[in-house]
């Protein structure tokens, strides 16, 4: 089956005997047991819960992997992925990271003494280099907010040789067009708050892999430390995923028309987005992924357009972080979603102070364009 088919019939079918279409919603926090020495499947819903389990089995599914584990947070996810570094242990991580993965690892790895190094450029990253002590490289493809490219299958074969634990976070993406694992990744971590559950009503994280003992691992610490995703949450992240495909083909094709329709406007400095054929990644991405997803940042030109007046008069798009549900949103990376970096890393790694960040909903693409334009019109000096 491929992917579309996957995510309406994959996963879990309705246990109960009732032939509901979608797998029920168990409102339930404990089971009761048959005997007092064997125990089934489902005990207590910190542990296991059969409405999350299925949403945990169909993401494996869809991406070809052998397990998924559900979080109440795409940070709860990451945070669990990061419980298996230990003291003085390093992190190879690309500059250009999600605020508040930075926030984590500028923050909680000095208190656990856990050291980290940002990596400008892991294209041309020399691995031979690292030290004994890295333990771990965590990048983020195409990378948040400046889209920059990389090359997964070389990083997974140069760390694969040390020893050293790849984990992508793979949110920008999905599975639907980047499958990270077949590239030679060990862990994949989404927020899945944004396209997965893609309707901005929920938050939820995903951990997906293959190895059999880093999920035991994984699982135990979901289980003990029980950031899990609520059987609500996880019934509505099922919802969602089962037109996950749909809905990035038309992010993607409005993202598109958006980027190209920037990159030939004066308001509009630099545009980042990889589908762009002067972007630098494109053919990189273009091999390893099947898409190039609906988020597109730029570069605001300030000296004849006024930044604060554009964003204002905005009719479709809201001013606000997030991305991945069906509206478009905008936001300031560097005052909003990476306010965690300070001004001076901002700057080194070109979170620049007009650089806006778009993310692309499913709205009808001409008038997305037209509100752009009306508003850009406006914000004329
Ligand atoms: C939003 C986001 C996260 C964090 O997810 P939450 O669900 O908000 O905790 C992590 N990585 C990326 C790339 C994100 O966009």
Redesign the pocket.
Known sequence: MKYQTIAIHGGRKDDSGKGAVNYPLYLSSTFEQDNMTEFKEFVYSRGNNPTRKAVEELVAELEGAKFGLAYA??????SNVFDLLEQGDKVLLNNN??G??WRFVSNIFKRRGISYEIVDDFNTYDFSKVSQDVKAVFL?TPS?PLLEVTDIRRVSEEAKKKGILVIV?N??MTSYFQKPLDLGADIV??????YYAGHSDI???LVVLNDEALYEQLKFFQNTTGGILSPFDSFLLQRGIKTLGLRLEKHQANATAVAEYLNSHSAAEKVFYPGLKDNPGYLLQKQQASGNGGVVSFLFNEKEYDMERFVENLKLFGFT????GVESLICRPATM?HESYDRELQEKIGIKQNLLRLAIGIEDTEDLIDDLKQAFAKAKK
């Open positions: 947070t795409g940070m709860a996810a990451t990271v999600y508040g993965t983020e948040n976070d949110t920008f971590v989404y927020s899945a708050t944004k938050l939820a994280g972080v997030s991305l991945g979603t």
